[in-house]
């Protein structure tokens, strides 16, 4: 009896552990944020990566918004830079961790710089949503971002 003694006391101190363990890694786990949902014109808009927020800014994949809002969104890895385009009438370089950019060629401040991640550059959507010429509200009921743009189609 004796000698079982130190191994059920190891076995209790184990098991205390890893309950111990189980409980604090519960509490650690970050809350899952609600999904965000983008609707343009009254369809919703499909992105390839869910929105992404921080600090109270929304961004989405820069190709996906640029695309829906008859524009083109291309990266540049030599410059570290976005170029979003619409129409051979605008053109839009934001460049990574830089809050200027330039704005058909003239610099001026950006609120906030493309994020780039794993196969996609994510922008701030409502600043680029409107750089395209969309009409960008917020329904905080229902978590979801209302575009309007006029189309041709």
């Not at 006391?9 to 890893?18: E, W, Y």
């Not at 650690?28 to 999904?35: G, R, S, T």
């Not at 060629?105 to 710089?113: A, Y």
């Amino acid at each position: 009896m004796l000698r079982k003694m130190p191994a059920m006391l190891l076995t209790a101190a184990l098991l205390t552990g890893s309950v111990a363990a189980a409980a604090a890694s519960a509490q650690a786990a970050p809350v899952q944020q609600q999904k965000i949902k983008v609707v343009l014109n009254g369809k919703e808009l499909v992105f390839p990566q869910d929105v992404v927020t921080e600090n109270g800014v929304a961004y989405v994949n820069a190709s996906t918004l640029a695309i829906a809002l008859d524009g083109t969104a291309a990266w540049d890895s030599m410059t570290h830079s976005v170029l979003i385009a619409k129409n051979n009438k605008y053109a839009l370089r934001m460049y990574q961790n830089k809050t200027f950019a330039y704005k058909n060629g003239k610099e001026t401040n950006v609120p906030h710089p493309p994020r780039v991640t794993t196969g996609a550059v994510l922008v701030p959507l409502v600043f680029v949503a409107k750089e395209l010429g969309a009409t960008v509200s917020y329904d905080a009921k229902h978590l979801t971002y209302n575009l309007s743009i006029k189309t041709d189609k």
